[in-house]
Nanobody, 126 residues
């Protein structure tokens, strides 16, 4: 599956953004989806994942209660709704897909994912 992330931009602290990850190919509905981010000078970090069933989600502690991952299999698109943004959320955000696996699996390690999007920059000003 090929992935195209979009929706990044500049926002003030406390604001919101919604990232989208459009997928091409016939395997989206059978792929768990994830979002990762990489801040300048830091390693890539897992943010959130959703099972290919859509019935299970998993978040890193730092975004719980602020970010929501979702998917629309009819549109071959995954989303990351980000609310109450903080300057420390500033990073390039990447979406990723893992084909197959368990119906409710929510992978969280980068090595578990097969495909990656190109990244979209989110900048949160204080």
């Amino acid at each position: 599956v090929q992935l195209q992330a979009s929706g990044g931009g500049l926002v003030q602290a406390g604001g919101s953004l919604r990232l989208s990850c459009a997928a091409s190919g016939r395997t989206f509905s059978n792929s768990a989806m994830g979002w990762f981010r990489q801040a300048p000078g830091k390693e890539r970090e897992f943010v959130a994942a959703i099972s290919w069933s859509g019935g299970r989600t998993y978040y890193v502690d730092s975004v719980k209660g602020r970010f929501t991952i979702s998917r629309d299999n009819a549109k071959n698109t995954a989303y990351l709704q980000m609310n109450s943004l903080k300057p420390e959320d500033t990073a390039v955000y990447y979406c990723a897909a893992r084909y197959g696996g368990g119906y409710h699996d929510t992978p969280s390690r980068g090595a578990e994912f097969d495909s990656w999007g190109q990244g979209t920059l989110v900048t949160v000003s204080s």
